[in-house]
Every structure is written in structure tokens, then in C-alpha cells.
């Protein structure tokens, strides 16, 4: 028998490669989470996690665990809301930036509208900036967006690094400015872009600008230019550009959700989304 709880933090530990990160969102002691996956690995009888001082990563028995521990959570929930007899309801106005438009994000939002049929939900599709914008004018009760590292706003969905990325056949002229591909301001990967040439000294140009991702993945498989894009998200068709290129390094990226203020009759339906979107946060990073 696998244990839920023992299940929901290895799933936190898995999204944010972290046992400080996980026992954060958890709100556990970090011994606490240690000892949960401990014990999942005992009843397993495999190791879930390769860990040093430096870094945690999953090994292939934990790539497996993956999609059984979102199964059998997502079973649990369900149950479990279904012997309580309360049914949620209301509006909930949710948020998520682009960079979700290629994911399974919506095999979560249809898992929830399933599990929730009487609530309305309203999504809004755009830039973490402008999320970020919505949700502090109240217009927002939940957002899914990118956050910088040093930000502690929210909750941790998972951390990523952010990396150059290009159509397999370009390449870049070291004597000639970078050619860009961006979302307008005030997009997060544009600005930290930017940050990074400057800071580099490395002249810069502005190739393509588009408001929808699937513009600006059409743009640079034509050859148009480079973009800055979350490493575990990277679209079909698309390389991360070699160091060899000379690209300065952008830094890492955090995906956490953040509530509304004035959430009020929402604050209901908010957490339930949240938590199936913490459940299944791996099934938002690309293939």
C-alpha cells in the first residue's frame, strides 16, 4: 500500500527538485519530507530520488512512480469529495500564461471540471506579466504563471532553468547582433533576455515579436532568430542553442500559483484547482 500523504510529497519533491522547496509547500519539516520519501522507497522497494548535497534527481523507478502517484491520488480525491457529499460551486476566474498552451494542462482543467461540474470556470490565456497585473487589479482569483527564483510569492509549482533555444538549422554570426524573438513587455523570459545580453555586453536585435507562443515557435523554426524558453518546456521542432553559441546564461524560473486577494466566495474552488494542478504538475512539462 502506498500512502497518500507519502505520495503527495514525493510528488512535491519531484516538481521542484528540492526537499527544502517541497517541505516549504507542504508545509513540513524537512525531515519530515526526507522520511515520507524514505518510506515510499521502502514500500517500493526501489530508490526514487539520486540525491547529493548538490543536486536531486529522479531515477527511472521515480519517473514510473510519476504517473501511479497522480493516479492514485486523483482516485483518493475523488472519493473522497464524493462521501462528503459537498459539491463546490461558484466562479472561478483562472489564469495560466502562455507558456501552458502546448502542455496536457487541459487534462487537468477537464479532471477538475469533472470532479466540479458547478463551477464555472473562466480561463484567461496571457503573459505572466499581465497575470501577475489581473490578479493584483482583482480581476484574477488564481494564476499559473513564472516567477523569478528570488520571489517567494506563492506556491512553488516547479523550478526550471531558463535556456536559449532555436530552429535546428540556425546559426548564429558572432559578429552581428543576436536576432530576437520575444513576447512584447512586460513578459518575464524577455526581460531576463535582455538582462542577459546587456550584461554580457552582447549586441542585440529584435527579430520577431508576438503576443501568442505559437507565433513566436513558428518564427523561430523559420530561422528567425533565438528565444529565451523554460528548459522542460521546450516545443517540438526546437534545439537548446550549445554553449559554444557564446549565449550568456539566463538563470532559473519558477511556475507557482498565486491567489487573488478578493477571492471571497472563490477561495473554494481556487484551492481545489490548485491542489489538482500541484497533483499534476508534471504532466505540464513537455514530453
Known sequence: ???????????????????????????????????????????????????????????????????????????????????????????????????????????????????????????????????????????????????????????LVWRDRLVWVGGERLRLDPRRPVPLVVFPPPAVTRARALEALEGQGRQWRIACTSGSLNGLIAATRAGLGVMAHALGMIPPGLVRIPARAGLPELGGVDFALLYGERAGAARGPAEALAEAILAGGDRLQMP
Do not use: C, W, Y
Not at 514500500?43 to 502517484?69: N, Q
Not at 470556470?121 to 494564476?143: I, K, N, Y
Not at 504563471?145 to 528570488?150: H, S, T
Open 1 to 155: 500500500m502506498f500512502e497518500p500523504a507519502q505520495l503527495r510529497t514525493f510528488l512535491a519533491v519531484a516538481q521542484t527538485l528540492s526537499f527544502t522547496q517541497a517541505a516549504h509547500r507542504l508545509g513540513l519539516r524537512q525531515s519530515t519530507v526526507s522520511q515520507h520519501v524514505r518510506k515510499l522507497e521502502d514500500a517500493a522497494g526501489r530508490r526514487l530520488f539520486a540525491r547529493d548535497t548538490h543536486a536531486v534527481e529522479l531515477t527511472e523507478d521515480g519517473e514510473a512512480m510519476l504517473g501511479f502517484a497522480r493516479t492514485i491520488l486523483e482516485a483518493n480525491e475523488r472519493a473522497a469529495s464524493f462521501f462528503a457529499g459537498t459539491r463546490l460551486r461558484g466562479r472561478l476566474r483562472f489564469g495560466a500564461s502562455e507558456d501552458f498552451v502546448l502542455t496536457r494542462m487541459p487534462e487537468v482543467l477537464e479532471g477538475f471540471r469533472r470532479d466540479h461540474p458547478e463551477v464555472d470556470l473562466e480561463l484567461t490565456v496571457e503573459l505572466s506579466g499581465t497575470l501577475h497585473e489581473l490578479l493584483a487589479a482583482g480581476r484574477l482569483d488564481l494564476v499559473l504563471a513564472k516567477r523569478r527564483p528570488e520571489d517567494r510569492q506563492g506556491r
